[in-house]
Each structure stands twice: as C-alpha cells, then as structure tokens.
C-alpha cells in the first residue's frame, strides 16, 4: 500500500519543495529548545483557557474535567496551487449543498428527477418536515459549513485531496485554528519572516459580515447573538471566543423568550429583539414547543418566529439531511445536478448497508472498511478494521446485522501523514483538513483550516475526543518559497 | 448587557473582594494570636471571628475545638465551606468562565491564573507554615484583578456591574471586621483597665487598621495616639479612606447611577438614603446609641441594597 507524507518524499528520495525551507530551519533547533516551546506552548493555552470538556470523565473532586487539545509544533504546509483548487471545489460542493437543501425543503425537484431515493430523505431522522416550505434568506441554509478533507494516495502514489465528511449543524473547531495561529506566531516569530503564510486571523469578521447578512429584517444594525448550550458544553471555549470576537452576546437558553412571534433577550434594561441567532446548539434542543419537550437550552416559541421570518438562525434548522453519511454518497450527483459542472473534489467510495448488495460486501470485508454509523459524530461508535481485533470485528458484525441502514462503510483510506513531536521525538502520524466555508452573499472562508493528528501511532481516529491534537495550518502565499 | 451576565460579574468581583477580606480577617486574628494571650483568650478571638461571618453553627457541626489550625483551615482551605478562600477563589473564577466573552483577554487569564495558582498554594503546600504570605498572595491577586478591571475594562454598564459588587462586598466585610473586634474589646479589655491591657489594646486596635492597609493613614489623619472611636470614625465615616463604608457606599450610588434608569429608582433611593447617613452621621451619636446595633443595622440594610440590585437588574424577569 501507498504512503503518503506531507513533508517527506517516497523511500527518502528527500524533501517536498514547500517544507525545504521548514526542514533546514528545523534541523538547526535544539532539542531543548523546541522542548521548551511545547511546554510554553501548554502553559500559555492553560493561562488563556482554551480547553474542551470530556463527556462522561470527572475530577476527583467531581467537578467536569477541563482537557488541552494537544498542540503540535510542526505545522501542516499547503502549497498555494493545491490551496486554489481545494478552495474552488469547496465553493462547488457548499454551493451545492445548499441547494440541495432548498430543495428539499420546498419542490423536492431532485427527488422527483430520481437522483436520490426519495424515502432516503424524508424517512431520515435529519429531515425537518417543520421546515416544509419554510423560506430563509437568500435561500441559505448552511452558513457556516465544516468540510472534512483527507489526502490519501491514488494508485500513482501521488496525494489526492478527499471529501470525508461534510459538516453543516454546528461545526466546531475554528477557535484552535486561530488560536494556533497565534501561538505559532508567538513561538516561532522568525518562521512567518521566511515563508509567506496567507493570514487567517480575520475569520471572526467574515463570519459577522456572513451572520449580519442572514438577518431577515431590513434593519441597519441587526442584532445578532451567540447562542450556547453553556459552559459545560465540550466547545464552551470556542463559543465564548467567537462571540468576543465578533462582539456579540453570548447567551443561553435561558436568556431568550419569544413574545408574539418575536425572540428578544433579557438584559438590565429590559427585553432586547434579536434578529439574528448564531447558535451552537443542535436542532432536537433549539425549542421545546416543537423539538425535544424537555430541552432546556433552547427558548419555546423560536420556531413560530423562525417560520414568521422574524429572527435568523444559522445554520438552519434542518442541515443535517444534506450531512448524513447516508446521503454523503450523492453529493457528487448534487453537483451536477444543480450546478451542471463535475465535481472538483473527491468522494470516498461508499457502501450504503442499508443496499443489499452494499451490506453483503461489507460484511465481507470487515478487517479491511472503515465503518460508521449514518448519524454518528466525534469518532464515536465507529469500526477501522485494519486496526481492530478479531472479538471487536465480531461485535460490531452484530451491531451492523441488527440495523444495516444505521451504517454506511468505506475503503480505509491511508490518510496522509506529517511529522509531529511525540515521546520518543519526531515521528509521522496521520492528519486531515477542516477548512471553514462561509456561506452569504458570496461563498468565502479563510485560507486553510484546522488540521487534527491522531496522535497514537498508526491511528487514523483524529477526534480530539479520541487523544487527537491540532497543528497550524499553513497555506503559502504562492508556489515560490 | 445580559441581565445573567451581569449578575456573573457581579458575583465574580463579589467573590474576589471576599476572598481578599476573609484573608484581611484572618492575617489580623493570626498576628493577634501571636502576641503573649491567655488561651481562652485567643479561642474567643477565633470564636468572634467565625460568628461574625455567621459561620459558627457550621463550624462546629464540622471540627470539635476551636483552635487556630482548624479555623485557619475551615476559612481557607475547606472547600465545603462556601465562605472559604479557595470556595471563593472557584466561584470568582466559575462566574467569569461564564462570561469570559464579557472580560478583557487580561482581566480573563488573570482570574483563571488566580485560581490555577491558588490550587497549588493551598493544596500542593501546607500554607499553616506560613499563613502570612498566603494571605499576601490572596491579597495581591485581588489587587491584580482590580488593577486590570480599571485598567482595560471599557468603562461601560459591565464594569458597574463589577465595580458594584467589589463595593458591596466591602461595604459589608469592613463592618464586619469592626465588629468582631469591637466585640472582642468590649468582653476582654473594657471595665477592668489596667496597664497591661491598655497595651493590648493597642495592638488590638492597631492590628484593625493593618488589616484594612489603614495604620498610616491613622496616623496621617490623626497625628495622635491610637484611640478606639477615632479607629470607627475612620473605617465607618472617612469618605476618602477607601476601605471605609462611606466610601463604598460612595461607590455603590454612582455605579448604580450608571446602570440605573429611572424606572428602577428603589435601588438607587435605598442606597442614598444609607449614604446620607454615612454623610452626615457623627462618630459620637453613633457610639451613643451603641456601635454593634449601628453595624448590625447597617449590615441588614447593605443586605437590601443586594437583594433590589438583584431583582431590578441580575434575575432575569
């Protein structure tokens, strides 16, 4: 099987261009010195905070553990050209998506033209028959998407980019891309002097310009909040950040109320209308009047103000039919189907089980897919073979018998690799991509995007959630360096 | 602003200015614990202490003796004692991670460094081998913590809602310092005068004002011996000693003025009214009707005061 490593070249034929510069600079560090920095590094993330909490682990006093990310020293390089084209194939595919999403929600055109099963959409447990006919602003549904790419090598041994995943609820993760960028910047001021990194530091505003946007009322100052689950959610850090950033109130559930179909927030000088909802909550909690009854982090009434189109959220409710593993495998077709181009990005071949001739394949092959579950997040309740045992094979060949359409599977992909600092000192370990596309008038996003590691070796699971870390993600101004 | 953001700030600063007083309070019974004392004597400081910051049922339901050890480690390191440093320590910083999108970069790590600090100082290390510098510490992260309040909040409604419960908080605690002593004082010292306990006294009251910064300012202000009412006169009347209850009253109007509109007059009339006391009020007449009824009184209406800035901003309605 091919390998592929950002930085090296096959069977040490030497260096990738882009890292020369990187590589002799790196050779030119002490080890203590770079030792020195990771332990900067940690105590400057714990100072400021950026930590995640664990589900389900506790401190011994019984408080929520506050985890660090691990951060890795050496960053992921993009060289500009390779940057160009992934940028102009996440514009097609997000473009796409939210079509798709526009579609289902009001004529179902590509349901009826056959290109997708229709009960595959609205059999699914993402579909929001609520949003039937629903109109949104400028027909935007996922205003903020986090697209999942990988690289693995084709059959030449070169790298080739590869959609695993589209993210369109409530991405998170861009926090640790700019927070990264800043520590970098901070450690190793003298590497940006030598290699023009393209900035990504003006995110926040082009997510404000994107959330003003969304706003349905024709008002020359729309309000707009951060709406959180509150600060035992896992992502609290990165909630409060934006909402910093932007300048913006970081409310809760609690905060909100809905009176004749408008949503206002409670503040010291009374209640406040808001026009505009960036929320960090998923659907089933967004309001108890129509979604979960028992949810408390949402606000009763919301979705009559939604429907009204007095108040915005982003993303939509309802983005999750077009992010389900189930109908990942169409979005290709999606492409072509309202856009009438061929898609720029890959798609990683996948195995519907809920087909017949899908599921007997992939129960065929077991030791050698990748298998997850359809509504699955974070890594977990997911099958690597390669990386299984025999017993865990066994259990999971359960699991997938007792409910085939819950799965979908994949080839394992051999996700690229970058050298990265762990004990026993520098080492290759596999990474993805998660560029951030904004969605508003126009589709933009800032150059790059936050790289995961999987840290343990031989790991392809890069879920901070699973022991992953992030890196700095740098894309090159132009191919020259 | 949020009114749940505003109440977190307010209940931040609180807590700091809390754990800053419980150290105040506590540096000055230890110094006092170590002058040459008659054991029953020294528990009955410890005991004034924990009853005057209502604690002493809880305390006893907890440890048998009242002795300097386990009072010190009840006020400072027992994390069931909500009143506790390191209880007060967790909730300053549990109330600004709620709202760490509402503080400066600065004033957030410096609350999160206070209590990752804290842990090690009072956990990692037996601090009864030398109370005192904790107690600095304690003071000095406070300090910090204003400094960086003054020095790179914008000077709008969250900054009053901050500056209220600093002010608040001390308004409260002073009273309670003075009480405690005053008490003490009258039980041991007063009626039975002779020379040895004049000299006492002394340090009694002296250890008052350290504990308050305020020995200098005494003397600046008095150029005189060291004498009890002008000990209350400073902490209770002095508008420009900034530890006294005038002066956080001061405080408490015109933040309230920030934040206030009229339609929410009842805080701010409250809180005039008390600060016209403390304006006009006369150490004498104050010491005529009894000094503890007058702190009681006062402590009763700073406890409103706290309630209506609640109910008109902080509790959502």
């Known amino acids: 099987m091919h390998r592929f490593d950002e930085m090296h070249l096959e069977a040490n034929a030497g260096l990738r261009a882009h890292y020369q510069n990187y590589a002799d600079w790196l050779s030119r560090q002490q080890a203590e010195s770079m030792q020195a920095h990771r332990i900067e590094a940690e105590m400057i993330f714990r100072k400021v905070g950026i930590t995640f909490a664990v589900y389900g682990e506790k401190d011994e006093d019984g408080s929520g553990t506050e985890r660090l990310i691990p951060f890795d020293l050496i960053p992921r390089i993009i060289p500009a050209h390779e940057w160009h084209s992934l940028q102009r194939g996440l514009i097609q595919r997000v473009t796409a998506l939210n079509k798709f999403l526009h579609d289902v929600y009001h004529d179902q055109e590509i349901l009826k033209a056959g290109v997708i099963p229709t009960e595959q959409v609205t059999n699914n447990s993402q579909f929001r028959p609520e949003m039937m006919g629903v109109n949104v602003p400028s027909d935007i549904y996922s205003h903020i998407s986090g697209i999942d790419i990988v690289r693995a090598p084709n059959a030449q041994g070169e790298g080739e980019y590869y959609v695993l995943e589209d993210n369109l609820r409530v991405p998170s993760g861009v926090s640790y891309m700019?927070?990264?960028?800043?520590?970098?910047?901070?450690?190793?001021?003298?590497?940006?002097?030598?290699?023009?990194?393209?900035?990504?530091?003006?995110?926040?505003?082009?997510?404000?310009?994107?959330?003003?946007?969304?706003?349905?009322?024709?008002?020359?100052?729309?309000?707009?909040?951060?709406?959180?689950?509150?600060?035992?959610?896992?992502?609290?850090?990165?909630?409060?950040?934006?909402?910093?950033?932007?300048?913006?109130?970081?409310?809760?559930?609690?905060?909100?109320?809905?009176?004749?179909?408008?949503?206002?927030?409670?503040?010291?000088?009374?209640?406040?209308?808001?026009?505009?909802?960036?929320?960090?909550?998923?659907?089933?909690?967004?309001?108890?009047?129509?979604?979960?009854?028992?949810?408390?982090?949402?606000?009763?009434?919301?979705?009559?103000?939604?429907?009204?189109?007095?108040?915005?959220?982003?993303?939509?409710?309802?983005?999750?039919?077009?992010?389900?593993?189930?109908?990942?495998p169409f979005v290709p077709k999606m492409i072509e189907f309202y856009l009438g181009e061929k898609p720029i990005l890959n798609n990683v071949p996948t195995y519907t089980c809920r087909n017949a001739d899908d599921l007997k394949y992939t129960l065929a092959n077991l030791p050698d897919l990748v298998v997850k579950q359809v509504h699955g997040a974070g890594g977990y309740g997911m099958l690597v073979g390669p990386a299984s045992t025999q017993a865990e094979i066994a259990a999971f060949r359960e699991a997938l018998l007792a409910n085939p359409s819950n799965y979908v599977a994949q080839p394992t992909l051999s996700l690229s690799t970058c050298p990265t600092y762990v004990e026993s000192g520098v080492a290759p370990r596999h990474i993805d991509l998660r560029p951030f596309v904004l969605s508003g008038k126009t589709v933009q996003m800032v150059p790059g995007g936050l790289t995961r590691v999987a840290l343990k070796e031989g790991s392809l699971v890069v879920n901070s959630s699973q022991g992953g870390g992030t890196k700095d993600t740098w894309v090159l101004e132009s191919d020259r360096s | 602003m949020l009114s749940r953001t505003a109440d977190h700030l307010f209940w931040m600063s609180r807590y700091t200015e809390r754990a800053e007083n419980t150290a105040r309070m506590l540096d000055v019974s230890y110094q006092m614990s170590l002058l040459p004392q008659s054991a029953p004597v020294a528990q009955m400081g410890w005991q004034g202490l924990l009853s005057i910051c209502e604690l002493l049922p809880f305390y006893k339901s907890k440890y048998n003796e009242v002795t300097a050890a386990n009072v010190m480690r009840f006020m400072v390191s027992d994390e069931s004692n909500p009143s506790s440093i390191i209880s007060c320590l967790r909730s300053a910083r549990e109330n600004a991670r709620a709202v760490r999108g509402s503080l400066t970069t600065e004033l957030w790590e410096t609350q999160n460094q206070t209590w990752l600090e804290a842990q090690r100082h009072i956990h990692a290390h037996n601090f009864l081998d030398d109370p005192a510098k904790l107690f600095e510490w304690v003071k000095f992260r406070s300090h910090l913590s204003r400094g960086v309040t003054i020095g790179t909040m914008l000077k709008d409604e969250a900054r009053s809602f901050m500056r209220l419960g600093t002010y608040l908080e001390r308004g409260d605690n002073t009273a309670r310092l003075v009480d405690v002593k005053y008490k003490a004082i009258e039980s041991d010292f007063f009626g039975e005068a002779n020379g040895k306990d004049q000299e006492y006294d002394f340090y009694h009251w002296s250890a008052i004002l350290r504990s308050v910064s305020a020995f200098e300012i005494y003397r600046k202000v008095y150029r005189d011996v060291i004498r009890p009412d002008r000990v209350a006169e400073l902490l209770i009347l002095r508008s420009d000693m900034p530890r006294s209850l005038h002066a956080c009253m001061e405080e408490v109007v015109s933040n309230l003025s920030i934040v206030s509109d009229n339609l929410r007059s009842g805080t701010q009339h409250k809180a005039g009214k008390l600060l016209s006391e403390l304006k006009f009020g006369q150490i004498e007449e104050i010491m005529d009707t009894g000094l503890h009824a007058f702190l009681t009184q006062y402590l009763d209406k700073v406890n409103v005061i706290g309630e209506s800035i609640s109910a008109d901003f902080l509790v959502a309605s």
């Open chain 1, 178 to 328: 700019l927070e990264d960028r800043k520590m970098m910047m901070r450690l190793f001021p003298e590497l940006f002097r030598s290699y023009s990194v393209a900035p990504v530091a003006h995110y926040p505003d082009l997510l404000l310009e994107t959330l003003r946007n969304a706003s349905p009322q024709d008002v020359e100052q729309p309000t707009v909040v951060v709406l959180t689950p509150g600060m035992f959610n896992s992502a609290y850090f990165e909630h409060a950040f934006l909402a910093q950033q932007m300048g913006l109130e970081l409310v809760e559930g609690q905060d909100l109320f809905v009176k004749d179909a408008y949503v206002y927030m409670r503040t010291t000088r009374g209640p406040k209308r808001i026009d505009v909802i960036y929320r960090r909550v998923d659907d089933d909690f967004l309001d108890p009047s129509v979604f979960l009854a028992n949810s408390t982090l949402g606000c009763s009434g919301l979705m009559e103000a939604y429907k009204a189109g007095h108040v915005a959220v982003c993303n939509a409710i309802g983005t999750g039919v077009a992010d389900d593993k189930s109908i990942y």
